[in-house]
Structure formats: structure tokens, C-alpha cells
């Protein structure tokens, strides 16, 4: 799920006060059975040359009240290097935490879409949901530069409040708890596993990207522990650009060149040196006619022209939104004459339009509902036959119940964290930073982050490494872009860059 749909079907719950306590209970709700002990597994792959023999534990970390009283259960996998060397310095190591989004959203995307040692074979263009997962070991694994540790927060995965009530549920549901809890599992596991003093980074996707610089600012400031690098996976840095209200023309400005990589994309053309010139002008002509207004007939006249050039949609249509093109209607026009319609979450899959002749677009996003299937499916084979850990529970990879029932605070202005970025960097200044994105992603574009971490001083602007790939949200399921992530995170983690990049 989309922090853009995460907002509004929080909206929607914040409307009907009714709905909420309802879809909390079904996000986190206790079942009766607690989470099996912790079980160690040994592997061993080969990854190019090298052989990395390491050691897989999938379990659970219980965290607590004040008063001791168990709270939630949180499964976890970690992968770490092995070492029977016993004068090995494991405190030299990195160990990376890895979140996805939502919020409601299973590790298992980044988990077996790129980070870790095992993945599956996605569909670039088309996603079938019924096709067999098949489990085979991952090129381009960060395990090669860095232990792992990949986290289900509260209702995603095996993952389940232990007694619920208002209380947890007002805590493990909302910004600032949920960040809490995430800072409560780094500490507990490092100290536990014998880690403290070990490089530590973090990897959040979408709301996960979100969560990472509020996370580094919790651990630093109320746990004493700090992150030396954030890897920020499709993320969102300011809510009021993702989802903007109609007189926020910035989310318009940030959505198109976007729209302009799906047009190139579909002809095999998208690259962001393709897009420098639609960036441009997204920041100077194209915002001064929003800005001129609908009474402005010259201003819309120009918009409507040069809209429908970099988007390659009919002229009437774009006419008709008077130059300001959603990314709904993209989706959907974009492929109209195929019969198809294309991802928010990337443009590039797609599916038959199942109801054409509707004014309104109706079908399952052809990522996001089409992905939930197979990675359920895989992430179900890897605890059973490479995790030996098999909890009697229900696996959940997207909680909607999460998203609808999380509390984003009460404040006039809409959640942001470029204001805990900024911090984080300034307090240490040898902290990495890298923001990807893919070029053909709607719900999160690449250019709201370019133009949000423009506002940064340029003391820290300079020390964050920027990167846009081929493909959307997830761009990783394009094994050439997961190649390319997995390099640039070895660069920030681990300090080591691959030879000729």
C-alpha cells in the first residue's frame, strides 16, 4: 500500500470515527498464539567469486511496557555472516535494519525483492499473481557488505500486538510510537545479539523512507545509539507533496516528470538525463502558468500543448483537465488504445482494462495487488524451507486495517521528516545518505524528494547521493536496477565501491 493511499483511507477513517477502533482491532488483534522461539539455520551460496557462508535466524523480540508487561510481538529475520574464527571482530561488521511501508507493509518486498539472499523472478511488464514463487539465491544480496536484519513492525508479517487495547493500539498505530517501538527492537537486538558497538544502517521503503530519519533521531537522542548510514527506498519526505490538495500546485510540479518517464518508458527511452529538460521546465514555465490560473486562456493554451507532447496523451484529454494531468488518468490513457492499463506503482506493467468504458478507472493495480500473491506464497516457502520456522498464525504481507487506523497526529500541517534529516545529518556529520527512486513512479515521484532536499543547506545537500533507476516503486523487480541499487548501498554501508563504477 501507498503512503498516498495510507493517507487517505486514514481521512476516511478520521471521518467516520466509527470505522476506526473496528480496523485496529483487525490490524493487530491477539489470536491466542504466541510467536515459536527463535530458530539458527546455516547456509551457504556462492556470489560471483566469493562464497558467503552465513547464519539465518527467524524469530521474535517481545517488546515491553514500562512496567515490564509484554506489549507486541515482533517477528524478525537476520542474516549474519559467518565466523568461526573466535578472534574475528564482529563489531566491525555493518548490520542493516531493513522496514518496507505502508504503513501496513511486510519486510518481505525488500526481503525477497533485493536485499536479501534469496529472491524471486518478477514479471517486468506483466505480474501474474498465480505464478509459482520459485526461491533462487540473489546476485546482488547486501549480505555481501553488510549482516541484515529485516523487521515486520505491528499487524505486517507474523507480527501481532500481544493483548490489545487503546492504549497499544494508540501506540503501536500512530507516528511517533511506531518509530518508538522501531527504536526499542534496534537496541534490544544489537545489545542481545552482541552488536552495539557495530556500524549500524537503515533501510526504509515508501513509509519505511519516511520512518528512517525520525528513526535516527530516536535512536540518538532517547536510546544513545546512532546510525552511521540511511538508505531511503522510494521514499516520502513531506505528505503535502504526495498527496497535496488541489490548490497545492507542488504536487503537480513534483508529479511531472514522472508523468513524462512513463511516455518515455513505454518507448524504451527513460533515463534521467532524458528528463533533465522536462525537470526544467516543470520548475519554470510549467509552474508560472499553474500559477497563472484557469482564467489565464494563454497560460492553459501553453500548458495543454506542451503537456500533451511529454505525455503523449490526445490533446482533448489533457484539454479537458486543463493541463493538470493526475496520475490516474495517466495510468489509464496512457495504454487506452492497447486496451491496457498501467501501474501507479509503475507505469511500465500493466493489465487489460477490465471496464473501459467507465468514466472512473476500476481495476487492481497490476504491482500492487498483483505482487501480493507470489511474495505471500514466497515469503511462506522461505520460513518453511530455508527458515525451518513455521508459526501457527496467519501471514499478513499488507495489513489494511494498519493503514486505515494509524494516527498521523492532530497538527494543521501534514507529516514531513526533512526537518529530522536535517538534524540527523548535522549532529554527525559522517553520516551517508541515499534517496532512490524509480523513474516511472507515481505515488512517490522521484522529483518531490530532488525538490525537498534542494531546501537543505548545501553543506548537507552535498553529502546525500541521489539515484533514479529504471521501473516505479519497486524498481528492483528490474534485475539491472537492483544491480545498480545494491552498488550504491555497498558504497554507503560499507564504504567499498564496486571496481569501474
Known amino acids: 500500500m501507498s503512503a498516498q493511499e495510507a493517507d487517505e483511507r486514514t481521512r476516511e477513517a478520521q471521518s467516520d470515527?466509527?470505522?476506526?477502533?473496528?480496523?485496529?482491532?483487525?490490524?493487530?488483534?491477539?489470536?491466542?498464539?504466541?510467536?515459536?522461539?527463535?530458530?539458527?539455520?546455516?547456509?551457504?551460496?556462492?556470489?560471483?567469486?566469493?562464497?558467503?557462508?552465513?547464519?539465518?535466524?527467524?524469530?521474535?523480540?517481545?517488546?515491553?511496557?514500562?512496567?515490564?508487561?509484554?506489549?507486541a510481538d515482533i517477528a524478525y529475520v537476520s542474516y549474519v555472516l559467518a565466523d568461526d574464527d573466535p578472534d574475528a571482530d564482529a563489531a566491525r561488521r555493518p548490520v542493516t535494519f531493513v522496514v518496507n511501508g505502508g504503513p501496513g507493509a511486510a519486510s518481505a518486498y525488500l526481503h525477497l525483492g533485493a536485499l536479501g539472499p534469496w529472491t524471486i523472478s518478477f514479471g517486468e511488464d506483466v505480474i501474474v499473481p498465480s505464478a509459482t514463487p520459485t526461491l533462487v539465491e540473489n546476485p546482488d544480496t547486501w549480505l555481501a557488505f553488510t549482516d541484515l536484519v529485516f523487521v515486520d513492525p505491528v499487524g505486517t508479517g507474523y507480527s501481532r500486538l500481544v493483548s490489545p487495547?487503546?492504549?497499544?493500539?494508540?501506540?503501536?498505530?500512530?507516528?511517533?510510537?511506531?518509530?518508538?517501538?522501531?527504536?526499542?527492537?534496534?537496541?534490544?537486538?544489537?545489545?542481545?545479539?552482541?552488536?552495539?558497538?557495530?556500524?549500524?544502517?537503515?533501510?526504509?521503503?515508501?513509509?519505511?523512507?519516511f520512518r528512517m530519519p525520525l528513526l535516527a533521531d530516536e535512536l540518538t537522542s532517547e536510546r544513545g545509539m546512532a546510525l552511521s548510514a540511511l538508505v531511503l527506498v522510494s521514499p516520502v519526505l513531506d505528505f503535502a507533496w504526495i498527496s497535496p490538495a488541489d490548490t497545492n500546485l507542488m504536487g503537480s510540479v513534483a508529479l511531472l516528470p514522472s508523468l513524462a518517464a512513463a511516455a518515455l518508458d513505454?518507448?524504451?527511452?527513460?533515463?534521467?538525463?532524458?528528463?533533465?529538460?522536462?525537470?526544467?521546465?516543470?520548475?519554470?514555465?510549467y509552474v508560472s502558468d499553474l500559477l497563472a490560473g484557469l482564467s489565464d486562456e494563454a497560460a492553459v493554451a501553453r500548458l495543454v500543448a506542451r503537456l500533451a507532447e511529454l505525455t503523449n496523451l490526445p490533446e482533448d484529454i489533457v484539454r479537458r483537465q486543463a493541463g493538470r494531468i493526475d496520475a490516474r488518468l495517466l495510468a489509464r490513457e496512457l495504454w487506452r488504445e492497447e486496451g491496457r492499463v498501467g501501474s501507479l506503482y509503475d507505469t511500465g506493467v500493466t493489465t487489460p482494462d477490465p471496464a473501459p468504458t467507465s468514466a472512473f478507472p476500476r481495476y487492481r493495480d497490476p504491482v500492487l495487488d498483483a505482487l501480493t500473491a507470489p511474495l505471500t506464497a514466497a515469503a511462506l516457502t522461505l520460513y518453511e524451507?530455508?527458515?525451518?520456522?513455521?508459526?501457527?498464525?496467519?501471514?499478513?504481507?499488507?495489513?489494511?486495517?494498519?493503514?486505515?487506523?494509524?494516527?498521523?497526529?492532530?497538527?494543521?500541517?501534514?507529516?514531513?521528516a526533512l526537518d529530522e534529516l536535517a538534524a540527523a545529518m548535522a549532529l554527525d556529520e559522517t553520516m551517508e545518505v541515499v534517496v532512490v527512486h524509480g523513474l516511472t513512479d507515481l505515488v512517490t515521484p522521484y522529483f518531490a524528494s530532488t525538490l525537498l532536499l534542494r531546501q537543505l543547506p548545501a553543506s548537507l545537500h552535498a553529502r546525500i547521493v541521489e539515484e533514479s533507476y529504471p521501473g516505479g516503486h519497486m524498481f528492483y523487480t528490474r534485475p539491472p536496477s537492483r544491480a545498480a541499487f545494491s552498488r550504491a548501498a555497498r558504497a554507503a554501508i560499507a564504504g567499498e565501491a564496486i571496481a569501474g563504477e
Open 165 to 209: 487495547n487503546d492504549r497499544t493500539r494508540g501506540r503501536y498505530l500512530s507516528v511517533s510510537g511506531d518509530i518508538a517501538a522501531l527504536a526499542d527492537f534496534v537496541f534490544r537486538w544489537s545489545v542481545e545479539n552482541g552488536r552495539a558497538a557495530s556500524p549500524k544502517a537503515a533501510v526504509g521503503e515508501s513509509y519505511g523512507g
Open 266 to 285: 513505454k518507448a524504451g527511452e527513460a533515463s534521467r538525463d532524458a528528463l533533465a529538460e522536462v525537470e526544467a521546465y516543470a520548475t519554470g514555465p
Open 385 to 416: 524451507e530455508k527458515l525451518d520456522w513455521v508459526p501457527e498464525r496467519q501471514y499478513v504481507l499488507l495489513n489494511g486495517g494498519v493503514s486505515g487506523a494509524w494516527d498521523y497526529g492532530s497538527a494543521r500541517s501534514a507529516p514531513e
Open 17 to 71: 470515527p466509527a470505522a476506526a477502533p473496528p480496523a485496529a482491532d483487525r490490524a493487530v488483534s491477539a489470536d491466542g498464539l504466541r510467536l515459536p522461539d527463535p530458530v539458527t539455520t546455516r547456509h551457504e551460496m556462492m556470489i560471483g567469486d566469493e562464497t558467503l557462508a552465513f547464519d539465518a535466524t527467524a524469530g521474535v523480540l517481545t517488546l515491553q511496557s514500562g512496567s515490564g508487561e509484554p506489549e
